[in-house]
């Protein structure tokens, strides 16, 4: 039955309809949620003891929010070159950005709307047919591949690499010893 509703006309529309709507609504609720005009997290507001005590002394507070801000920083820094390349990019990113919205605002904001769009991509994911599901997987798998490939071709099989599979990678077409 599933199948068939997805193959009536306008059903596609009317779920990226639904789908904005919900962004309206979730954006009007993050209005009311972030009223306040304040960069850094009250030290009322925070729920760690241990946080609230640092946040009342302004020397301690000042170093916090410069240790969060640097360590938020540097797990961006590191991850952004990961998204293109073989590893976890946007987990790093998304950690750099958790680690801010643990003191300032503006990142709340901006990791509450990350949430939303992965959450809103992954409904519309789920609507999908199989087939085209699939397709997203293969694609995806094709992409990770070509890219991994790429990697290998610029800079070679690392030295650390166990023997077995450093032999099977040097097999494909351009790779080379580190």
């Known amino acids: 039955m ?11 529309r009317l779920m990226l309809d639904l789908q904005r709507e919900e962004l ?3 954006r009007a609720s993050d209005d009311r949620r972030y009223a306040d005009p304040n960069i850094t997290l009250d030290a009322h ?11 009342r002394h302004p020397v301690t507070h000042l170093v916090y929010r410069s240790v969060i801000g640097l360590v ?11 998204i293109p390349l073989t590893g976890p990019g946007w987990v790093v990113v998304f950690l ?30 789920l609507v999908l047919p199989w087939s085209w599901r699939l397709v997203g ?15 290998l071709v610029m800079t070679g099989v690392a030295g650390w690499v166990p023997d077995p599979i450093s032999t099977w990678l040097l097999w494909l077409p351009g790779v080379n010893p580190a």
Do not use: C, N
């Open 137 to 151: 997987v293969g694609a995806t798998l094709v992409l990770a591949w070509a890219l991994m490939w790429g990697t």
């Open 2 to 12: 599933t199948s068939a509703v997805g193959r009536q006309p306008g059903y596609w």
């Open 24 to 26: 309206a609504k979730q």
């Open 72 to 82: 938020g920083a540097v797990l961006i820094l590191v991850g952004i070159p990961m």
């Open 96 to 125: 750099g950005v958790a680690v801010w919205s643990s003191e300032f605002e503006w990142a709340q904001r901006l990791l509450h709307h990350g949430k939303a769009r992965l959450k809103g991509w992954e409904r519309w994911v």
């Open 45 to 55: 507001e925070d729920r760690w003891a241990w946080r609230r005590a640092l946040r």
